[in-house]
């Protein structure tokens, strides 16, 4: 069974959320921000037993009783129960460089699934890794990337019945990809009728190309030799670059890879990750000039997040002025552990047990 973090269903009539949009012939859409409703809840079990922090962080917790009276086995209450610790600065830095992390996913949501798994297999070259429909809960979505999941970076694209246009917004960047060919790849799109712009890098000369995907998600290529992980980045516009990168330093445990100033842009770029870009796939905030807030539209998500233990991460979060909009727990029926929050803009995230994940792609 595969993981489905929030399936975002649109609760609002659609001419009450959807702007006018233009279209091409490719059915790329141009839209204007508007405001959106919360994505599909997820019930979690709550419980009323503490724990302490010695038994989350160092030993067993006691059989306990949940809310609904079912004995919770020895061992097991630190995976199911809702945490309520306080932790101390240090021991939150010790844990957190000893966390074993790394970017999952990134989810975002189509208007035709089809026609956008199309696009990124024959266009961008990424393999259509596993699909799935779920007619009782009105959405499907579908994984693509450049590798398996097991090690490699990848999409999921939600499609919810009936919703043919989303809002992307003007906070969402671009994804990022490396290309032996970036002419080559500009080809493939404009053959396919898509969107592009090809431009010299001035920053050591690299060729790069703008293209839009069918619903207007921006695609960077940049020509660069073969890598395991050609996924290179999701760039999101934040308002207080410091703020944003001392936030997930602290609570996200991310290396600030590099920094750089455009004073003939105004803008001021952090790339952010757990390990080189040339091998791992990255975060790169964008700060412009003199703006403080951006629209997020509802078509970009979240990013998904690996971690040993989504207890010690939300309280973790909480330490370094994180919000938690999705308590730890198992979700119900599969029991993949899971905890979502918001970094100072508002951008998601949501951080899934290691062990967890790897059932789930059995």
């Not at 979690?44 to 724990?51: C, G, K, M, P, V």
């Not at 302490?52 to 059989?63: C, D, I, R, V, Y």
């Not at 009936?162 to 990809?177: A, E, P, Q, R, S």
């Not at 308590?327 to 951080?351: H, Q, R, S, Y």
């Amino acid at each position: 069974m595969a993981l489905q973090i929030f399936s975002p269903k649109i609760q609002q009539p659609l001419n009450s959320i959807f702007p006018s949009s233009t279209s091409s012939s490719n059915g790329c859409s141009v839209f204007v921000p508007c405001a959106y409703s919360s994505s599909r809840r997820i019930a979690l079990f709550q419980f009323s037993t503490a724990i302490t922090q010695s038994q989350l962080f160092n030993g067993k917790a006691p059989e306990s009783v949940s809310a609904e009276g079912k004995v919770i086995e020895s061992g097991t209450i630190a995976d199911l129960a809702q945490s309520n610790i306080a932790l101390s600065d240090e021991n939150a830095s010790e844990w957190i460089k000893k966390d074993k992390r790394r970017m999952l996913h990134v989810v975002y949501r189509v208007g035709n699934l089809d026609k956008t798994i199309k696009f990124y297999t024959e266009c961008l070259g990424m393999k259509l890794l596993r699909k799935r429909d779920i007619p009782e809960e009105g959405y499907s979505n579908a994984f693509l990337g450049y590798g398996p999941e097991e090690t490699n970076f990848a999409v999921e694209l939600t499609y919810n019945y009936g919703v043919d246009k989303y809002d992307i917004g003007t906070g969402f960047g671009h994804f990022g990809i490396s290309v032996e060919d970036v002419a080559k790849t500009v080809d493939l799109v404009k053959a396919k009728g898509g969107t592009w712009n090809l431009v010299q890098s001035e920053v050591g000369g690299t060729i790069i190309a703008l293209v839009e995907d069918p619903d207007g998600y921006n695609f960077e290529l940049l020509q660069r030799k073969p890598t395991p992980e050609p996924f290179r980045q999701v760039m999101l516009r934040v308002g207080d670059l410091d703020q944003s990168i001392n936030f997930y330093k602290k609570a996200f445990g991310m290396e600030l890879l590099r920094k750089r100033d455009n004073p003939d842009n105004k803008n001021t770029i952090a790339v952010m990750g757990y390990g080189p870009e040339d091998k791992n796939a990255v975060l790169e905030l964008t700060y412009n000039y003199g703006v403080k807030s951006y629209d997020k539209g509802n078509g970009y998500a979240q990013i998904a997040v690996g971690t040993n233990d989504v207890y010690k991460t939300a309280e973790a979060i909480k330490l370094y002025g994180g919000e938690i909009v999705l308590e730890p727990g198992p979700l119900p029926g599969i029991n993949t552990k899971i905890m979502a929050c918001l970094d100072p803009d508002g951008w998601k995230t949501v951080f899934v047990d290691n062990a967890d994940f790897m059932k789930e792609l059995e």
